[in-house]
């Protein structure tokens, strides 16, 4: 095995983080993989749904790259929608390739024309995906892996990344690719595992990356009540219905996720009503309801939205390069425009699996390290969020939001809560999965991404 530095250090093991590892690897170059839980602690090993890639015989990429936009919201940013779209079929036959046992039918989520969504068990596609990757790093001698290791700082010398502060000391790296995912546990009901609160965007924030997007926070509308537990779009697309208390529908059932997500905060306790369509096909799930206590044969279950996805975070090319030499992100960490104003369902899989790969090609030509390292800063503490904290950001950051809220919460110590709040104060209208019930429409003056860059204000770009 390599010692330090080694050609690419990857933060987060992650789909996207090993995507890039293996990627890497099959270019030669050493790799160390750093995670501050364990395997399953990412989004990834949780992901339900499925893998959106244009495969079936009457899709085209066209077609999806019209879906993705059309919920984007008019911001996806086209060029980065192209690589998604166009790549993607040839990731998921690679995954086909390496074992990964898809469902033999595609299923049919929100906001997708075409069935295009690659499944496992109905609902079991993220630990699927992540458990054949895993086994393929576990057979690399190249690839090392630190689990239960947080990264606590960037090591930036100069405009270049070296590496990365842990609570074990500095790690030196060629090349640094940020896989860490999102922040969405940031709010008090999420779906996502308790540590993803957006480490990325506060240390690449301390270190000078640039950031865009934070107003955007993906809500998941159907989570059992009381729980993270997602009950995926699928099941929706299967044909369950959405009902008030009085058994009523109230919305389309299929329509993008903010307009479910705030017709069914407008509804007060709603229920997913899951007796009529084929249960089998999403075994693990219905046993998952029936630990809850809930019996999906005989009574509706209630649900009800939750912080699910973050569209904002480091901005990085196509490429995955952010603005420090060195250093990459892809995933849900990064910022490529991808997703524009909402994320279209089943997407960020296949955002980690191309952009992901992308990055680790790109960061195989970092130049050599000079032979004489700086000393870098002492590790700084970790960060750590309160119950009180996530109760604030639900309740100032939520699926409504309204200045004076956000004006609170951008005052608190947190640097990602206050960003969020920063970012949602800036877009005074409504947007895709950002609304404002101050300025509900959307208003063609914001057609664009707030961006921060170190050391100046806010601003509005249009990417292309
Ligand atoms: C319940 C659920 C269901 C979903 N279903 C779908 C779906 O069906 N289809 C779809 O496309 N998307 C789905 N998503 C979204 C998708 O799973 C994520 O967007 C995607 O998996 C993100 O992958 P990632 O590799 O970027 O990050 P993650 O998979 O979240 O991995 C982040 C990694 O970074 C590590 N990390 C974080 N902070 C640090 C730190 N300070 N130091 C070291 N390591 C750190 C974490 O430990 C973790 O290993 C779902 C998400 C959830 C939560």
Redesign the pocket.
């Known amino acids: 095995m390599s010692q330090q530095p080694y050609d690419v250090l990857v ?9 890039a590892a293996l990627t890497a690897d099959e270019h030669g170059a050493s790799v160390l993989m ?6 399953v ?12 890639a244009a495969i079936g015989a009457d899709d085209t990429a066209d077609l999806h790259a019209v879906d993705t936009e059309r919920a984007g919201r008019d911001l996806c940013r086209p060029s980065a929608v192209r690589a998604l779209v166009e790549e993607g079929p040839e990731r998921v036959r690679e995954l086909i390739r390496l074992g990964v046992p898809f469902d033999p039918e595609l299923s049919l ?1 929100g906001g997708h024309s075409r069935r295009r ?1 690659s ?1 496992v068990n109905g ?1 079991a ?2 630990s699927a995906v ?1 458990s054949v990757l895993w086994r393929r790093m576990a057979s690399s001698d190249r690839i090392a892996m630190r689990e239960a ?4 700082a960037l090591w930036v010398d100069e405009g270049r990344c070296l590496g ?1 502060i ?1 609570p074990y000391g500095p790690i030196e790296a060629r090349s640094t690719i940020l ?4 922040a ?1 546990a940031l709010w008090a009901r ?4 308790p ?3 957006g ?2 965007v ?2 690449g924030v301390a270190a000078g990356v640039t950031v865009a997007d934070m107003e955007f926070m993906q809500f ?1 509308p159907t989570v059992l009540e009381g729980s ?3 009950l ?3 099941l929706r697309g299967d044909g369950a219905i959405l009902i008030d208390s009085r058994g009523e529908r109230f919305v389309e059932e299929l329509a993008p996720r903010d307009e479910v997500a705030r017709a069914i905060v407008g509804k007060g306790r709603v229920f997913l009503d899951l007796r009529s369509i084929d249960r089998s096909r999403f075994p693990g799930l219905m046993e998952e309801i029936a630990k809850a206590g809930f019996d999906p044969a005989v009574e509706p279950i209630p649900v009800s939205p939750a912080a ?3 569209i904002g975070g480091l901005v990085t090319d196509l490429v995955g390069r952010t603005n420090i030499d060195g250093l990459y992100a ?5 910022a490529t425009g991808v997703h524009g104003a909402n994320r279209l ?8 699996l191309v952009f ?1 790969r992308r990055a680790a090609l790109a960061a195989l030509d970092e130049p050599q390290f000079p032979a004489r390292l700086p000393t870098p800063a002492a590790a700084p503490p ?2 750590a969020a309160s119950p009180q904290l996530l109760e604030q950001v639900w309740r100032e950051a939520g699926v409504i939001r309204d200045p004076a809220s956000l004006a609170s919460l951008a005052a608190t110590a947190d640097p990602v809560a206050s960003l969020v709040a920063r970012f949602a104060l800036a877009r005074a209208e409504s947007r895709g999965v950002h609304y404002r019930i101050d300025a509900p429409v959307t208003d063609p003056a914001f057609e664009g991404h707030l961006v921060l860059r170190p050391g100046h204000d806010l601003v509005l770009e249009r990417w292309t």
């Open positions: 933060v987060g093991s992650g789909v996207a983080g090993l995507t750093l995670t501050k839980g364990h395997s602690d990412s989004s990834s090993w949780h992901a339900q749904g499925g893998i959106a989520e969504v499944s609902a596609t993220g992540t290791t947080a990264v606590l990365v842990t896989a860490m995912g999102g969405a999420s779906t996502n595992p540590g993803q609160i480490d990325a506060a240390i998941h993270r537990l997602l995926t779009e699928a699910h996805y973050t892809a995933g849900e960490c990064a369902a089943s997407n960020s899989l296949l955002e980690c992901g970790e960060r």
